[in-house]
């Protein structure tokens, strides 16, 4: 969905680097959310916030902080890195007052840990 | 905590056949669900949702099927198209706060 855009696309890094994956939205919604998705394992929950004051663990949040700079945008950030957390990281926004539950997400972060 | 799972991590389907995903998920305080289609190399693409006053709702060629009674809930794609070869995920919610998903089955549609 060419309204929630997701940076980088691709990325390999090194154990032990920091690295920050970025969402931005245009749909004008509150809720956010941080996916991982393994091979066979779907799509696991990191972090979520439902507007800029709020933040709140999902799942698997061990490794992973996230800031909510803006409405618009959430990121993703691996203090350092190991080679578990090879995944792809998918962002995701909602917002219920439009509707409905349904949570729209970006294209993903293909990430490397070497 | 909630568990979600998929009957079968793959299907295979003739083109114009019918298919059934299935899924089951484990917490009765559940009230909302939901099925994305993921292609490869994009992200989950919303398909339908259900809520858990309702027991069956259509879209575009797609069914919901809701069966709280057992914790059931199913797919079905009517007239399958190359096209509707992906991943399939179902997943669920209590209340609109994080969803939770199974693992995928993946559809391919063989001509």
């Known amino acids: 969905d060419a309204d929630v855009t997701q940076t980088p696309r691709n990325r390999i890094t090194k154990t032990g680097k920091r690295i920050m994956l970025e969402c931005s939205q245009t749909?004008?919604?509150?809720?956010m959310y941080w996916y991982r998705q393994d091979p066979g394992l779907g799509l696991r929950l990191i972090y979520y916030?439902?507007?800029?004051?709020?933040?709140n663990k999902g799942e698997i949040s061990d490794g992973y902080s996230v800031s909510r700079q803006a409405q618009a945008k959430f990121s993703l950030s691996l203090e350092s890195a190991i080679p578990n957390q090879t995944a792809l990281y998918f962002c995701?926004?909602?917002?219920?007052?439009?509707?409905?539950?349904?949570?729209?997400f970006g294209p993903g972060t293909r990430l490397t840990v070497t | 905590g909630e568990s979600v799972g998929l009957h079968l991590p793959t299907l295979s389907v003739q083109e114009g056949d019918n298919s059934i995903i299935n899924c089951a998920y484990s917490?009765?305080?559940?009230?909302?669900f939901i099925w994305y289609k993921q292609e490869s190399g994009k992200g989950p693409q919303f398909i339908i949702d259900?809520?858990?006053?309702?027991d069956k709702r259509q879209g575009q060629r797609v069914t919901v099927l809701l069966n709280k009674t057992v914790k059931h809930l199913s797919l079905q794609i009517a007239a399958t198209q190359p096209g509707d070869s992906a991943v399939y995920f179902c997943?669920?919610?209590?209340?609109?706060?994080?969803?939770?998903f199974g693992k995928g089955t993946s559809l391919l549609v063989t001509p």
């Open positions: 995701a926004t909602s917002d219920p007052r439009q509707g409905g539950y349904e949570q729209y």
């Open positions: 997943a669920v919610s209590n209340s609109g706060y994080a969803l939770n």
């Open positions: 916030s439902f507007d800029v004051k709020d933040i």
């Open positions: 749909k004008g919604h509150d809720r």
């Open positions: 259900i809520r858990s006053n309702m």
């Open positions: 917490n009765s305080a559940s009230d909302y």
